[in-house]
């Protein structure tokens, strides 16, 4: 099983913070991204899954039409950026289809953490706006969810694509 993890995109400074649409730059780091995994053949996922905040919305939405992926986008509430991570973890650790998961920071760099070395508090990861990080669960799960079940298989920031 695959998870990717990708931040949402650059999105406007305005209030209410669950209402912050992308910016047009933000709107084109997407794009751009889209681009890149195309012509890399990005593996298909089976669900995108996206935090309940606008911006995130865009991203997975403009991410998952530019590449003509095919499958469910639906909003996990477990993604919000003040959500606990050993509760996502938990999830995740239930499921067994590739998935795409958009959220925020340093939310997302917890759940990579808690998923890669077992303590949300670790420091794993920079994940930058529109930065998406592949990771590969390397053990099926009996008891625990958290720590150790997933390895860093790749990651790609900004700059690059």
Known sequence: MKIYVLRH??????EPDESRALTAKGEESVKDL????????????????HSPLLRAKQTAEILTSKLKLNVSVAEEPLLKPDSDVAELSAKLAKEN????????NPHLERLIALLVHGRADASIVDLKKCGLVCLERTKQLVESTQGEWCVIRWMLIPKLV
């Open 34 to 49: 889209a681009r890149y995994l195309k012509k890399r053949q990005m593996p298909d996922v089976e669900e995108v899954l």
């Open 9 to 14: 995109a650059e999105a406007e400074p305005n």
């Open 97 to 104: 289809g590739d998935l795409l998961l958009v959220g925020h």
